[in-house]
């Protein structure tokens, strides 16, 4: 289940930017989806994810009520809009999924896209 993520870059105190999370095959109606990070120095953390029953979301407490996953099974993409960014929300982002139910642990998940960075400045 190779997966690309898209559209990080340099945002400014308080912006929003969106990435995208495209698979390659129908995965996203079947599969859990998720977004997680990576600081500098830092262990990769989860961010949010969908469950692979019923669609419903998880987030991570750090960005709950500032971020937003959704997705569209019809174009196989998951999406996280991002909203109110701060410093600390600088990272390299990746999506990842796995054929089970949404975990917050990283090494739950089996496939994973390159990361796309994220850069917040103050």
């Known amino acids: 289940v190779p997966l690309q993520a898209y559209g990080g870059g340099l945002v400014q105190v308080g912006g929003s930017l969106g990435l995208s999370c495209v698979a390659s095959?129908?995965?996203?109606?079947?599969?859990?989806m998720g977004w997680f990070r990576q600081a500098p120095g830092k262990e990769r953390e989860f961010v949010a994810a969908?469950?692979?029953?019923?669609?419903?979301?998880v987030y991570a407490d750090s960005v709950k009520g500032r971020f937003t996953i959704s997705r569209d099974i019809a174009k196989n993409s998951a999406y996280l809009q991002m909203d109110s960014l701060t410093p600390e929300d600088t990272a390299l982002y990746y999506c990842?999924?796995?054929?089970?139910?949404?975990?917050?642990?990283?090494?739950?998940?089996?496939?994973w896209g390159h990361g796309t960075l994220v850069t917040v400045s103050s």
């Open positions: 990842a999924a796995r054929p089970m139910a949404v975990t917050r642990i990283a090494a739950d998940y089996d496939y």
């Open positions: 095959v129908r995965a996203v109606s079947s599969y859990a």
């Open positions: 969908f469950n692979w029953r019923g669609g419903s979301t």
